[in-house]
């Protein structure tokens, strides 16, 4: 036989979401006394604060030796609180946070990075205009050397024509000396 402990009707006055064990769950009364035995005086709370403050807070005369949240954790009188989600969510949020984090280095790499292309981008863009540039300015040089050429070409020519001319003008010279000379000495006779 099963030796169950007095119900503690205070417990059931505790407040508004904390409630008996016993109360919350549903059983067929055949195996009452060991649903009794098992929950004792074992309370669920809405939240693990308030479940601390009923196992370790003495003050208000109530004996409470275990509370259980909704989320499983299970708060003792004697001092250790086990299960629940609250471990598994710290351990979630600091790996969510070591993620995150990750990811701000990432981005912020990837940012740093961005800015690099841009200013090579930047380079090779003002790369490209001054290779368009000389190009040009080759261009147009290599017409000018073909001006100056044709240029030089013809300054040659006119000073082999002048040459020429002048040669002409030295051989003609003698015959046009020659010529004034007898025309001076005809011009009495014709006047």
């Given amino acids: 036989s099963?030796?169950?402990?007095?119900?503690?009707?205070?417990?059931?006055?505790?407040?508004?979401?904390?409630?008996?064990?016993?109360?919350?769950?549903?059983f067929d009364?055949?195996?009452?006394?060991?649903?009794?035995?098992?929950?004792?005086?074992?309370?669920?709370?809405?939240?693990?604060?308030?479940?601390?403050?009923?196992?370790?807070?003495?003050?208000?005369?109530?004996?409470?030796?275990?509370?259980?949240?909704?989320?499983?954790?299970?708060?003792?009188?004697?001092?250790?609180?086990?299960?629940?989600?609250?471990?598994?969510?710290?351990?979630?949020?600091?790996?969510?946070?070591?993620?995150?984090?990750?990811?701000?280095?990432?981005?912020?790499?990837l940012q740093k990075r961005l800015v690099e292309l841009k200013r090579t981008l930047r380079d090779t863009r003002e790369m490209e205009l001054c290779k368009a540039s000389i190009k040009g300015s080759e261009s147009r040089l290599k017409w000018g050397k073909g001006d100056l050429d044709a240029a030089r070409s013809k300054v040659t020519a006119n000073e082999d024509e002048i040459s020429s001319i002048l040669s002409r003008m030295a051989g003609l010279h003698p015959d046009l000396d020659q010529a004034l000379a007898d025309a001076a000495a005809n011009e009495p006779a014709i006047a």
């Fill in 29 to 109: 009364e055949a195996i009452e006394r060991a649903i009794m035995y098992a929950c004792g005086n074992a309370v669920v709370c809405e939240s693990e604060s308030e479940a601390r403050r009923l196992c370790y807070d003495r003050s208000a005369g109530i004996s409470i030796s275990k509370a259980v949240t909704l989320d499983g954790t299970i708060v003792k009188s004697s001092g250790p609180i086990e299960g629940g989600l609250s471990g598994v969510q710290d351990k979630a949020n600091r790996w969510e946070e070591k993620q995150v984090d990750s990811l701000k280095r990432d981005r912020d790499a």
């Fill in 2 to 26: 099963i030796r169950v402990k007095d119900k503690d009707d205070r417990l059931r006055t505790l407040g508004r979401g904390t409630r008996l064990v016993r109360d919350v769950l549903e």
